[in-house]
């Protein structure tokens, strides 16, 4: 069984940086596609980017320039770095993966396995 766990969220300024992690447990993170995204109070969902399983990654252009995602299959962790944060960015932040191997990590309505969240608050 598939599961994520997301840390690193809390309340930060604008124009702050702040990494967020995702520890996978119950297969490797390496041929499987990664992907964040977030949910604002009020609002759906959104895409924010992905990793694919050979390392390339994908954003959503609102917070492409800002945010990083990358992983370390050793750790079987993957991160979101945001940098120059904005108050728009309060959400909640969730990882994401895949059901099958080699997917594109662009494709977001393949996710299936979600961790629980982690709230990011931006003040102004």
């Known amino acids: 069984q598939v599961q994520l766990v997301e840390s690193g969220g809390g309340l930060v300024q604008a124009g702050d940086s702040l990494r967020l992690s995702c520890a996978a447990s119950?297969?490797?993170?390496?041929?499987?596609?990664m992907g964040w995204f977030r949910q604002a109070p009020g609002k759906e969902r959104d895409f924010v980017g992905g990793?694919?399983?050979?390392?390339?990654?994908f954003y959503a252009c609102n917070v492409k320039g800002r945010f990083t995602i990358s992983r370390d299959t050793a750790k079987n962790k993957v991160y979101l770095q945001m940098n120059n944060v904005k108050p728009e960015d309060t959400a909640v932040y969730y990882c994401?993966?895949?059901?099958?191997?080699?997917?594109?990590?662009?494709?977001?309505?393949?996710?299936?396995?979600w961790g629980q969240g982690t709230q990011v608050t931006v003040s102004s």
């Open positions: 994401a993966t895949q059901r099958g191997p080699t997917s594109s990590a662009a494709n977001s309505s393949a996710y299936v396995y």
């Open positions: 119950g297969r490797r993170i390496g041929p499987y596609a």
């Open positions: 990793i694919s399983w050979v390392g390339n990654t």
